[in-house]
Structure formats: C-alpha cells, structure tokens
C-alpha cells in the first residue's frame, strides 16, 4: 500500500494531530530529504534556495569553506573508503 493520494494536500499527522515531519529528528529528516530528492530530482534548486534563506548572510560561503576544509584534510585512503554506496547510506 502506498501513501499516494492519502496524505494529499496536507500533512501526514499522528495521533495527537502534530504533523509527523515536524517531529522527526535531524538525522530522520535528512533520510526523508535525501529519498525526496532522489525521487523528485526537479526540486533541488528550489530545497537549495530554501537552505540557503535559512543562513544567515554570509555563512552560506563559511559553511562551504568549511566543509571543504574539513575534505581537503582527509587522506585520499580515508575518502576512497567511503566513496561508492554504502550500507549505511
């Protein structure tokens, strides 16, 4: 059974009436984020430009940084490993 169409035009709710995304934790809301734009690839520019209104001005470039800091640190043996899909995700 799929949820399309059950949940159409609104948000799915569990018991108490709070919408279940709202109550998911970051790491749960990430999976659900991933598999959303893996299945619906056109709505990537458009979660881009909402993270990125979500920044305050300028942290966007400081994140970036960052994060390639923290790759560019990383032994080509330490990425290799993990590069490819994974078990975990």
């Not at 959303?36 to 994140?63: F, I, K, S, T």
Request: charged share 35%; aromatic share 4%.
């Amino acid at each position: 059974m799929t949820l399309e169409g059950k949940t159409k035009g609104r948000a799915a709710q569990n018991g108490d009436g709070r919408a279940l995304l709202e109550r998911l934790k970051p790491g749960a809301a990430a999976v659900v984020r991933r598999r959303l734009l893996e299945a619906h690839p056109d709505l990537a520019n458009e979660a881009e430009e909402l993270a990125r209104a979500r920044l305050p001005p300028g942290e966007y470039q400081a994140v970036a940084a960052e994060i390639e800091d923290e790759i560019r640190a990383r032994d080509y043996e330490v990425l290799n490993a993990r590069a490819g899909r994974q078990a975990w995700g």
